[in-house]
């Protein structure tokens, strides 16, 4: 239990540090609040409205090990190394990915 709590206490600094430290975070937070309880009550299923859900879920971990990725790269150092770009490319293309499934999930079930 102790673990479980120690873990908890993690993740809940983790949230607080990327709505504190990155823009982009906080941007994708509203747009869930919004767009959350759209997708619940657009949903025609419960299968539906998990993917509508997910869909957004999917954005906040994507943006979360982006943030978590630029930050240890920026810990090696400031200068510009092409595997440092490289990897932070990576990272937002990862969360480029999770809003374009967003939109497909969206308009896969909506439309």
């Known amino acids: 239990m102790d ?3 120690k873990a908890t206490k993690y993740s809940l600094m983790g949230l607080k540090a990327a ?3 990155e823009a982009a975070f906080r941007q994708e937070v509203f747009l869930f609040i919004i767009l959350a309880p759209l997708g619940m009550w657009l949903g025609e299923s419960g ?3 998990a993917a509508l859900v ?3 879920f ?3 971990i994507a943006e979360l090990l982006n943030s978590g990725l630029e930050a240890a790269i920026d810990r090696i150092g400031e200068d510009i190394h092409p595997l440092s770009k490289k990897a932070k490319d990576v990272g937002s293309a990862a969360v480029f990915i999770a809003l374009v499934n967003v939109v497909v999930t969206w308009g896969l079930i909506l439309v």
């Open 3 to 5: 673990r479980l709590l």
């Open 19 to 21: 709505w504190e430290t």
């Open 47 to 49: 299968l539906e409205r």
């Open 54 to 56: 997910g869909a957004l």
């Open 58 to 60: 999917i954005v906040l």
